[in-house]
């Protein structure tokens, strides 16, 4: 596992409160994580906050997975 | 009219948590009002205040982790965690948890604050004048508003009738009770959960009614003596955080389904003062008029009154005004019923005071005992009536009234009587 992606997996589980073998790559924030619309404005200003990126919010209504996420910091941060 | 009754209590008081622990250490004279340790106090006027203790202090502490996970309590500011606990004492201890559509539907929430999530709204300010718009969370606003704490006792129980919120400064307690009472009698609901919750121990709160010069500033060392109402030494009221929730219900209701009636809610009364935005009218005449009218919706006289639990903050001029306002109502029967004020060991809860102060009246009727005014050495001229000073008083009351008083003349008053 990435560096990127074993810290955002961190942020999922400290930030909604779930289970760390629930946090799978194509695991969903809202359908498999149990996150509803705040949760995921918070988790969007975690990352920004843990990567020093910033998340434009039309980028952040597309990240709707782990992976999502990962991609999305991989290619834009750094 | 259908007739309204009490069949559940929940509290969290900074003489801990828990209906019967808090009872037990008020009625044994202890005091919950401490030195502030939780933020930087050297440069307030005011550094006393009635705390909620924490569960590391004993078992009458409170436990945050009982009442909502850590991830949960991201979404509330302290008052909504404070009002969620004692909500969910009160309804446990009703046994009313249906899960039929239809009685959800009658069941409905009126829990007030008078300032909401102040520390929230503080902390965010700074937030977002240091680091700008887009490090503001998305739950501030939730956490923030005072009709949360209705929305998450909602939630919960899935209670889906009236759902409101009280916003009157120190009498949102009493109006909560008073107002959520009136929705049962007029047909809006079979059950209400009502009461107020209050967390503005913080330093702009405390730096603010200090400006108004409202808060006791000369007890600083000698915390549990600051609360004094009608002392000759009161210098001011004492912060302090909370709630306490009832359940409400119709009484035939009740009956039938078995429940535990605690008392009935007999009267209500309410008034304007229509003088100044902090300062009660010198007459008194606010307070005369809520406890008046209280009287005459309970149809009783004013000899039938026992006890009275008064506002009495421990302010230099409002303890006097209303126990001016008493003696000029009940006239002799005032030098024959006993008035105490339980801020003297908890502070001054402001939104929550009203329905803190409900359920000590009720639980005075209960176990025929007047809890004490504390610190109560050296009254004041004129406070010649009985006040209960320092120790808890065993009398007979037949019914209890209670006064909430609050910024801006807006003032209510209670009458409880044993179960029918």
Redesign the interface.
Known sequence: MSDVAERVKKIVVE???VEEAKVTDTASFIDDLGADS??T??LV?AF?EEFGC?IPDDAAEKILTVKDAIEFIESHSG | MRRVVVTGLGLVTPLGCGVGTVWERLTQGVSGIRAINRFDVSDLPSQVAGLVPSKDEGAHGFDPDSVA???DR??MDDFIVYGLAAAIEAVTDSGWMPTDEESQERTGVMIGSGIGGLPSIADTAVLLKEHGP??V???FI?ASLINLVSGHVSIRYGFKGPNHAVVTACSTGAHAIGDASRLIMFGDADVMVAGGAEAAVCRIGMAGFAAARALSTHYNATPTEASRPWDKGRDGFVMGEGSGVLVLEELEHAKKRGAKIYAEIVGYGLSGDAYHITAPAEDGSGGFRAMRNALRNANLSLEQIDYVNAHGTSTPLGDEIELGAVKRLFGDHAYKLTMSSTKSAIGHLLGAAGSVEAIFSILALRNQLVPPTLNLRDPSDNCDIDLAPLVAKERPIRYALSNSFGFGGTNASLIFTAAP
Do not use: I, Q, Y
């Open positions: 930030h909604l409160g705040l949760d404005v918070e200003m920004e910033e | 996970s850590a991830k991201r979404r887009r490090k969370s998305p739950f939730p």
